[in-house]
C-alpha cells in the first residue's frame, strides 16, 4: 500500500505566511514600518530598545511587542521607559514568535497613533529566522563576545535580515573579536546588510542608529499619540 506523507511543518508555515501578509497589509495601510529585533540570548537587545525608548520615546510613537519563553521580564524593563503600552507575548516554551501572536497583539494598538512598532522576539537565532511577522525588516543584533563566525553558524537569520546591530563595542578592547571580520562573514551572507555599531552600556555608536529610527518612523504630523499605561501579557494562542 502506498505511503502519504502529511508536511503539518509547511501547513504550519504557509498559514503564518498568510496571517503575515495581512498584518503586513495592515502596518502598511497605516503607514507604520515595523522591525523584528532577532538574536540570541545576552546580545543586548533589551538594553539597545530601553536606550531608544529612552532617546526618542518622546519624539516617536513607538508601539512595542516582545517576546519571552517563560517571563514578561524583557516587557516590564522597557515599560519603565515609555507611558505606552508594551506587550508581553509569553511562548511558554515556543522558541519564536508567530504571525498570529503578532496579529493578536496588534488589537490592543492604535496604529493611527503609531509611528513605529518594534518586535523583540524571543533570543534565538535559529527558529525565528524563517518565520515572517508582517515586519518592515528584521534587525540581527550580535556582539562582540560572540564570536566572528556567528553569521557562518547562522546564515538563515542573516540572509534573511535587512539590518545588523554589532553590539557591546565597549568590550572590543578586552576581548579577542576582529570586528572586520565579523562584517566580511556577515556580508558573505548577505551583500546587502547595513551595519550599526554600538554600545548600548555606554551610548557608544547609537546616534547613527537613532538618526535611522528617525528617518524611518513614520512622520509625526500624521500621528496623534495615544498614551496608554504599564506593560499587559498576551497569550501566546
Not at 508555515?13 to 498568510?18: C, K, L, S, V
Not at 525588516?137 to 553558524?153: Q, R
Not at 557608544?204 to 528617518?215: K, Y
Request: aromatic share 6%; hydrophobic share 45%.
Amino acid at each position: 500500500m502506498a505511503v502519504r506523507t502529511i508536511e503539518v511543518r509547511e501547513r504550519v508555515m504557509a498559514r503564518n505566511d498568510e496571517l503575515a501578509e495581512e498584518v503586513r497589509r495592515r502596518l502598511q495601510r497605516a503607514g507604520v514600518p515595523a522591525f523584528n529585533l532577532v538574536s540570541s540570548p545576552g546580545s543586548g537587545k533589551t538594553l539597545l530598545l530601553e536606550r531608544t525608548l529612552e532617546r526618542l520615546g518622546r519624539e516617536i510613537a513607538m508601539a512595542v511587542i516582545t517576546g519571552d519563553v517563560q517571563t514578561q521580564n524583557d516587557a516590564d524593563r522597557l515599560a519603565r521607559h515609555t507611558d505606552r503600552l508594551v506587550q508581553a507575548v509569553v511562548t511558554h516554551g515556543a522558541c519564536h514568535l508567530d504571525a498570529s501572536q503578532i496579529s493578536r497583539a496588534l488589537e490592543a494598538i492604535d496604529l493611527h497613533a503609531t509611528q513605529l512598532l518594534f518586535v523583540e522576539n524571543v533570543g534565538n537565532l535559529v527558529c525565528p529566522a524563517n518565520w515572517d511577522l508582517g515586519e518592515t525588516a528584521k534587525i540581527v543584533v550580535f556582539s562582540v563576545t560572540e564570536g566572528e563566525d556567528k553569521p557562518l553558524k547562522y546564515p538563515a537569520m542573516f540572509r534573511n535580515a535587512g539590518y545588523a546591530v554589532l553590539n557591546k563595542i565597549d568590550l572590543l578592547p578586552h576581548v579577542s573579536f576582529d570586528l572586520d571580520l565579523a562584517m566580511a562573514n556577515a556580508l558573505a551572507i548577505n551583500p546587502a546588510l547595513r551595519f550599526f555599531k554600538t554600545s548600548a552600556r555606554t551610548g557608544a555608536g547609537l546616534e547613527e542608529w537613532i538618526e535611522f529610527l528617525r528617518s524611518s518612523a513614520r512622520p509625526p504630523a500624521i500621528a496623534s499619540p495615544s498614551l496608554i499605561p504599564s506593560s499587559s501579557p498576551v497569550p501566546p494562542w
